[in-house]
C-alpha cells in the first residue's frame, strides 16, 4: 500500500529503548519511507492514514538471530537422536535432495510461521540463499543471509568455498541493483559453518573477505561436547581459543549457539566483541546443553535471541523461546532472579538488533527507525489483569495474541489472513510435494 504519512495508535507501546519505556495512549507516526518520524499524545495534522488498536500493545518486531529457515521442510524428519547423528544419517542425505525452488517454497513457509509469532528480521544461513532472498523480498520482510560455506567434509578447497559466498554475494548486488530498496530489506553476512567443517585456510580467508569487504560472519561454535573435545584433543585449545589463535574474532562476528564454554572462553568472547546467537531449545532439545547466558551478560557480551532451524526445534516462535530462556537459566542456577523478562524481552528485541549490527535500524521503536512492530492483543483471557507488561509477554502471551505484524508500516501478516503478499495455501501445498519427493526416492 502506498501511504504519505500514516499513524498508528495503541493502547501500550513497549518502545525496547534505551531506558525500557513503557508508553501508554500514544500514536506511532510513519513516514514515507517507512520509519518512525515521531511518538506523540496527539495526532499530527498531516497524517493520510490512521489505525487505531484501542485493546492492545505495540512492540518492536523480534529478531530471529539464527536459523535455517527453509528447514521447514525437514521438520519432523527425525526426532530424539543427537545433533551428529541427526545431521550426518538423516539431514544431510535429505538436503541433498532439494532444489532451488523447494528452498523457496521453504522459505515462505517459514516466514509466514515467523510473522505469525511477531519475528520481522532473522538472519540465516543455508545454501540456495539467492531463492530465500527472493522469498524474504516477496514477503516484505527484513533478511540477514549467509551462504553456508565448508570445505573439510566436502572436499572442496578453500577457494572454491569461498568462490560460493561471493557467488551468492553477486547474485544480491544484482537483486539489489534492481531495486534499490532491498537495500535495508536484505544483508550479506559470511557464513563459515563451524570450526570443524571449516580448515584453517578457509577461516582465516573469510576473516580477511569480512574485514576488506566490510561484512559480518555468521558461524555455529562450540555448539556440542563433541566439538568442544575433539578441539581440545586435537589442538590442545578450545573451539574458541582455536578461532581466537586464528585472529578471527571480533565485533563483527555473530557466534551461534556458543554452549561448550570455559572462564577464559568468554573473557574472549567479551574482549573481542562477539556477539552470541542464543538458541534454548535447540539446544535442549538435541541434548547439546545451556549455554552460560548469564554469565556472558554479567561479561557484558551481547546475547541475542534465536529459534534455529525448525527441524532442530520445532517451531519458529519466539514466544516459546523467550519462556524458554527465561525458565531455563533460573532451573539450572536455582535462582529466580536471573534472566529476568525485562531483558529476555530485550535479547528478543533491541539485542537482538545490536547483534546484526542493525541495532541504528531497528529492534526499538523510537524515531528515525524502520516501523517494525507487532501488535498484541491484550482481549486475550489469559491477559487479564495485567500486572507487568514485561511479565505477560515472557510468562504469559503466546503467538496466538498476536493481531497484526508491520514492516516498514507496511502491513505484512494479520491474524485473519495470514502473510498478507503470498499465497500461504499454494506455499503449504508445494511443501507438501516436496515432502512427499524426498521421502519416497
Excluded at 323 to 346: Q, S
Aim: glycine share 6%.
Amino acid at each position: 500500500m502506498v501511504f504519505d504519512v500514516r499513524a498508528i495508535f495503541a493502547r501500550i507501546i513497549v518502545t525496547c529503548d534505551s531506558s525500557m519505556r513503557v508508553l501508554r495512549d500514544h500514536w506511532i507516526v510513519v513516514d514515507d519511507e517507512g520509519r518512525i518520524s515521531c511518538i506523540c499524545k496527539e495526532l499530527p495534522r498531516d497524517v493520510e492514514e490512521k489505525i487505531e488498536y484501542g485493546h492492545h500493545i505495540v512492540m518492536p518486531g523480534f529478531v530471529n538471530t539464527h536459523t535455517h529457515v527453509p528447514m521447514t521442510i525437514l521438520r519432523g524428519l527425525k526426532d530424539d537422536v543427537d545433533l551428529k547423528t541427526w545431521l550426518e544419517q538423516y539431514i544431510f542425505p535429505a538436503e541433498a535432495k532439494l532444489r532451488g525452488d523447494d528452498i523457496y517454497y521453504g522459505a515462505l513457509h517459514g516466514i509466514a510461521e515467523m510473522l505469525s509469532s511477531g519475528i520481522t528480521t532473522f538472519n540465516d544461513m543455508y545454501y540456495f540463499e539467492g531463492r530465500i532472498a527472493q522469498a524474504v523480498a516477496e514477503a516484505g520482510v527484513r533478511a540477514v543471509l549467509s551462504r553456508g560455506i565448508l570445505d573439510i567434509p566436502t572436499g572442496l578447497s578453500p577457494e572454491a568455498a569461498l568462490k560460493k559466498a561471493h557467488g551468492f554475494l553477486s547474485r544480491l548486488e544484482q537483486l539489489w541493483s534492481r531495486d534499490p530498496k532491498l537495500r535495508d530489506r536484505i544483508w550479506f553476512a559470511y557464513g563459515p559453518h563451524a570450526p570443524y567443517t571449516c580448515s584453517r585456510e578457509l577461516l582465516q580467508a573469510v576473516r580477511e573477505e569480512a574485514s576488506r569487504r566490510k561484512f559480518r560472519i555468521h558461524i555455529h561454535l562450540a555448539e556440542t561436547r563433541w566439538e568442544f573435545e575433539k578441539f581440545k584433543r586435537e589442538t590442545g585449545m578450545t573451539p574458541t581459543e582455536y578461532l581466537e589463535s586464528l585472529g578471527f574474532l571480533g565485533p563483527d562476528v555473530m557466534a551461534a549457539h556458543v554452549v561448550w564454554t570455559t572462564d577464559r572462553d568468554l573473557d574472549i568472547l567479551a574482549r573481542r566483541g562477539v556477539k552470541v546467537l542464543h538458541n534454548p531449545t535447540s539446544n535442549l532439545k538435541l541434548a547439546s546443553g545451556i549455554a552460560r547466558v548469564p554469565d556472558m551478560l554479567a561479561r557484558g557480551i551481547c546475547v541475542g535471541l534465536a529459534t534455529d532451524g525448525p527441524a532442530s526445534n520445532n517451531r519458529l516462535d519466539m514466544f516459546r523461546e523467550m519462556l524458554m530462556a527465561a525458565l531455563i537459566h533460573k532451573g539450572t542456577r536455582l535462582d529466580p532472579k536471573v534472566m529476568d523478562a525485562k531483558t529476555v524481552v530485550r535479547m528478543a528485541t533491541i539485542e537482538g538488533a545490536r547483534c546484526l549490527g542493525l541495532e541504528d535500524k531497528l529492534g526499538s521503536i523510537e524515531p528515525g527507525k524502520f516501523a517494525d512492530l507487532v501488535v498484541l492483543d491484550l482481549r486475550r483471557p489469559y491477559c487479564t489483569p495485567m500486572h507487568d507488561v514485561y511479565s505477560l509477554i515472557v510468562y504469559t502471551m503466546t503467538s496466538d495474541a498476536v493481531e497484526a505484524v508491520y514492516v516498514g508500516g507496511e502491513l505484512v501478516w494479520e491474524r485473519e489472513r495470514g502473510p498478507v503478499r503470498f499465497d500461504l495455501e499454494r506455499v503449504l501445498e508445494k511443501v507438501e510435494e516436496v515432502r512427499h519427493r524426498i521421502t519416497q526416492t
